[in-house]
């Protein structure tokens, strides 16, 4: 399944991102793609808004590598750029299965190696606010 959106705003993307997150269970696993500015944070602070989680609580976790926001699900907000693969994959590992794990830079990863259902989310920059959002559900292995 891949699916793609135009965004013309962070409004529309955090819009196109609570929808979304209907989707989820909060055991899933999702890999988030674009270049610096590109929105990603604003996708996220979508989900975590459907989820109950104030999207004001919400920050890039560039210099902690992780955030927890706690609502009707648990979410792990991760931040890839300064990690390995596999030093990202020893630190996802000790969340999977404990909630919602969003990966920022998630294409750092070389592969989906979860065994968690997964989305790869790709966030385009178009124009100053306009925005290309290509959300694919990544198939059972």
Do not use: C
Request: glycine share 8%; no cysteine.
């Amino acid at each position: 399944m891949k699916k793609k959106f135009e965004s013309l705003s962070p409004e529309d993307t955090l819009k196109i991102a609570k929808e979304f997150a209907q989707e989820l269970n909060g055991n899933e696993i999702v890999y988030l793609k674009g270049e610096l500015g590109a929105g990603k944070t604003v996708f996220i602070k979508g989900i975590a808004s459907y989820f109950g989680i104030d999207k004001n609580e919400v920050n890039s976790p560039t210099f902690t590598l992780m955030n927890i926001y706690e609502g009707k699900i648990t979410i792990f907000h991760l931040d890839l750029y300064r990690l390995s693969p596999g030093e990202a994959e020893e630190m996802i590992s000790d969340f999977v299965g404990k909630g919602l794990i969003i990966l920022e830079w998630g294409d750092r990863l070389k592969e989906d190696i979860f065994d968690l259902p997964a989305f790869f989310i790709e966030i385009k920059v178009s124009e100053e606010d306009n925005r290309e959002i290509i959300i694919e559900k990544i198939e059972d292995k």
